[in-house]
T-cell receptor, first 116, second 114 residues
């Protein structure tokens, strides 16, 4: 059973371009979480999605960031008009159920975004 | 609002010794989960141990144990018999009552000295 897959592993964009980060959850997992880790910091929750639905996006910046988890295909985190401050590692995690009750989430290897 | 605090930016421990990594939290949720993750230099996040807020006993997983003191709102990680491969960043985290959100501390960098 393959783990959570994220691609690309490394992404370089110039200011003003768009970044698309993809996350394929583990087989059978319908819950996806996105996190951002700035250099020398812990992970910050961004958004929680189930298939075709955004459950909680309280950690997402109000502008330029969006996420989706379509019925078919990977979850996508999209950053429009990137700025240097968007440079970070973006982690995706998946879970077969929600995290209430201590259900574990499984992390992908992360995508390291560098904005020039 | 939920908050996780790790006050030790860096820790050193001698190989084969035990080490305690501190974590305190703040929440108004009636129930919650507490987690520890390890992040080696390669960057992946590795789940170590989980403690539920209603669990009566402290969680243990091999060389890892969680010293849960609910009244003090602390969830310290104890690593026994440290190994060189334990050198990594360690993050304490908490899930909200609904499980919809997850909060991480700022991490502790552990270095095991041979």
């Amino acid at each position: 059973n393959a783990g959570v897959m994220q691609n690309p592993r490394h992404l370089v964009r110039r200011r003003g371009q768009e970044a698309r980060l993809r996350c394929s959850p583990m087989k059978g997992h319908s819950h996806v979480y996105w996190y951002r880790q700035l250099p020398e910091e812990g992970l910050k929750f961004m958004v929680y999605l189930q298939k075709e639905n955004i459950i909680d996006e309280s950690g997402m910046p109000k502008e330029r960031f969006s996420a989706e988890f379509p019925k078919e295909g990977p979850s996508i985190l999209r950053i429009q008009q990137v700025v240097r401050g968007d440079s970070a590692a973006y982690f995706c995690a998946s879970s077969p159920r929600g995290l209430a009750g201590g259900n574990e989430q499984f992390f992908g290897p992360g995508t390291r975004l560098t904005v020039l | 609002a939920q908050k996780i605090t790790q006050t030790q930016p860096g820790m050193f421990v001698q190989e084969k010794e035990a080490v305690t990594l501190d974590c305190t939290y703040d929440t108004s949720d009636p129930s919650y989960g507490l987690f520890w993750y390890k992040q080696p230099s390669s960057g992946e996040m590795i789940f170590l141990i989980y403690q539920g807020s209603y669990d009566q006993q402290n969680a243990t997983e091999g060389r890892y144990s969680l010293n849960f003191q609910k009244a003090r709102k602390s969830a310290n990680l104890v690593i026994s018999a440290s190994q060189l491969g334990d050198s990594a960043m360690y993050f304490c985290a908490m899930s909200s009552h609904t499980g919809n959100q997850f909060y991480f501390g700022t991490g502790t960098s552990l270095t095991v000295i041979p």
